[in-house]
């Protein structure tokens, strides 16, 4: 009963799922290998146990980190960047979904220039961030800020707004102040609706900062993709930079997943 159970749940279709895509990488990686034509698969697409390995090679790569401690001390840079970034834009975003739903000549002033903003490439955005702050690192924040801003003011506004219209007259009708509306009725309705903009904003900051990184050299996990890609060092620290990152990616998203869960009122009242 429990394994049938089992077998009909979201974590067995997430499974096959994660095994369809390593059979897949494995068949890919094999076909690479055995095409003389093609240059050599380290270079190209490495068999996935062969990058495990290389994670647990003692080999410095520069004399006094290996691989995997070279890629690590580069995703912790990143990543502070990354959560300043986030925060900042968390907060800088829900502000003025606030202020949006406050008064409607704000978010007609407010809206087109967040949908402008969207529309400009992240490395077209760093050299205008960068000249204005005149450093690099604070540019890296400012970007994930600005890329975590727009969903999540959205996404925000947009639960503003799903309050029906006759809750709204009942808060009037018991006489409620704004505040009263908005702390009782607004915001709670807002906040699966703020939590999916922070699933949104979680790594899209990230990966914001990763490209940032590979304009100038520092601490990074995108400085270091660049002198990777330069063959500076083994090709397998370029493969670990992209299973961290993408790891770094999908457990931003489910964290705040968790938290949504912990703390939404409207999850609370799932369960009771």
Sequence with gaps: MVIKKFLKSKYMVNIVWILLFFIGW??????VELSPE???????LPH???IIASVFDVNKIDGENTAIQLVLMN???TLIRSVEGFI???????ILALLMNLSGIIEKIAFPYLMLIQMIPILGMAPIILAITGDINKSRIWI?????????ATNTLAGFKSVEKEKHELMYSYAATTFQIYTKTLIPAAIPYFFTGLKIAAPLAITASIIVDTLQ???GLGCLLSQ???GSMTRYVFWQIVVISAAIGILSYVLMGIIEKIISPHNRLKKN
């Design 228 to 230: 990777s890609l330069k």
């Design 48 to 50: 996935f146990w062969k």
């Design 26 to 31: 494995e068949i890919v990686a094999l076909l």
């Design 217 to 219: 050299g520092d601490l």
């Design 88 to 94: 900042l834009g968390m907060i800088w975003g829900f």
């Design 144 to 152: 994930a800020a600005i890329l975590t801003f727009y969903p999540v």
């Design 75 to 77: 995703a912790k840079a």
């Design 38 to 44: 093609i240059r050599s698969p380290e270079k190209v």
